[in-house]
C-alpha cells in the first residue's frame, strides 16, 4: 500500500491544484502561464488540470460543499495577493487535513 503522503501527492493536491487553476482562469480571466506561477508550478502541469488529466475525479471534491468552499477561498485569496505562490503549499496542506479528517481519502493510500 502507498503511504498517504504519497496518495495525496500523486492523486489528491492534482485534483486540488486543478480545481483552484480552473476557478482563477474562469473567474478571473487569467492565462494558464499566470495560473501556474501563482499556484507554483508549470504551464503544461496547468493545462493537463484543465484537462483532468492528473488527479482523483474532481466530482469526489465537488461532492463537499465544504471543500468547495474552501477551494474558492484559497482562489480568492491567491488571487487578492494575500496568498503568495510560496505560501499555497501550506493552503493546500489545510484542505488535504480536512479530507483526511473527514475521511475523503484513505488512511493507508
Do not use: W
Not at 33 to 48: F, G
Not at 80 to 104: A, D, N, W
Amino acid at each position: 500500500m502507498k503511504p498517504i503522503c504519497e496518495f495525496i501527492t500523486s492523486e489528491v493536491l492534482p485534483s486540488v491544484r486543478a480545481l483552484i487553476a480552473k476557478k482563477m482562469i474562469e473567474d478571473h480571466g487569467i492565462t494558464q502561464s499566470k495560473a501556474a506561477e501563482l499556484l507554483n508550478t508549470s504551464q503544461p502541469a496547468i493545462s493537463h488540470y484543465k484537462r483532468d488529466l492528473r488527479g482523483i475525479k474532481n466530482s469526489v471534491l465537488k461532492e463537499h460543499p465544504e471543500l468547495i468552499k474552501m477551494i474558492d477561498s484559497v482562489s480568492k485569496r491567491i488571487m487578492s495577493g494575500e496568498v503568495s505562490p510560496k505560501q499555497t503549499t501550506s493552503e493546500f496542506c489545510s484542505i488535504c487535513r480536512y479530507m483526511r479528517e473527514h475521511g475523503l481519502v484513505p488512511n493507508n493510500g
